[in-house]
């Protein structure tokens, strides 16, 4: 279950739609209308986050958060604060900023025939349930486990610049991880980088051998980071829908673009 349309249909025991139709004030197609407007653009957010180092990052910190999960199931926790909040700073990373997230809304907005603030509204709730149904589909996957190993060790982020100072940046050339320092930091640079960039990670001298902090280690690491990738980005190409506006398409090829 790691396709946003089929966690969005199956969201809160399937009744999401009806439910964010109350919330906010709205008939049923309304609302039906702007979230699939919406989740084009959250399905590239995801597409872009399993080649991008540091936006994989976040992801996987609001994956093992259960206020996503809960939001998943519960109506009145997805309409929280709190998840507001998580699925503003989500949606801030998954498309680079706010004002670019704020385009994709406005445009949407035209096209289901709604105010632009209703969907800048929608739009953050719709990302902690989807990163909550990655994280049901992540347990069902058999990565529960390692996703809570990987929350104790401090997030992803952390374990990964621990031992050494690896780091992840944005600006790395061909979204590769930036690596710094040397020993199991080095390593893990390296690791994230191939695994990313498709290549095997080497493991000099054994250093694959060494636990990670949170009782990982780097084999571990990079076979559940593999499974992630996988299910952020399943392959093919999104096709537009036929009524789907060239505006809003022309937005998300600029902030994903192709190639």
């Known amino acids: 279950m790691s396709d946003v349309t089929e966690i969005l249909s199956s969201a809160q025991g399937g009744q999401l739609i009806e439910n964010l139709a ?16 919406l989740t084009p653009a959250l399905e590239l957010g995801l597409r872009n986050a399993a080649t991008n180092p540091a936006v994989l990052e976040h ?12 939001a998943y199931d519960d109506p009145a926790v997805a309409h929280g604060e709190e998840a507001r909040e998580l699925g503003q700073g989500a ?5 680079g900023s706010g004002s670019a997230a704020g385009q994709v809304a406005q445009i949407a907005a035209r096209d289901a025939g709604l105010r632009s603030d209703i969907l800048a509204r929608m739009l953050p709730l719709l990302a902690s ?19 809570e190993q990987i ?17 992840t940046a944005p600006s790395a050339p061909s979204g590769q991880a930036r690596q710094s320092g040397g020993g199991l930091g080095g390593l893990l640079g390296a690791l994230l980088g191939a695994l990313l960039g498709g290549g095997a990670p080497a493991a ?11 009782g990982l280690d780097p084999a571990t690491l990079q076979a559940a980071l593999e499974q ?32």
């Open 204 to 214: 000099p001298g054994g250093a694959g051998q060494t636990s990670l902090p949170g």
């Open 22 to 37: 109350r919330s906010l004030g709205l008939s049923t197609e309304q609302t039906r209308t702007a979230v699939e407007a």
């Open 228 to 259: 992630i990738k996988k299910s952020l980005n399943p392959g093919g190409a999104i096709a537009a829908s036929p009524g789907q506006n060239a505006e809003l398409q022309d937005v998300l090829d600029k902030v994903f673009p192709k190639g």
């Open 129 to 147: 349930v989807v990163l909550g149904g990655l994280s049901k589909s992540f347990n069902n996957q058999g990565l529960g486990s390692i996703l």
């Open 59 to 70: 992801v996987v910190a609001g994956v093992v958060h259960p206020t996503h999960l809960a």
């Open 91 to 95: 949606i801030a990373q998954l498309f």
């Open 151 to 167: 929350a104790r060790g401090g997030g992803l982020g952390s374990i990964l610049g621990q031992s050494g100072g690896a780091t």
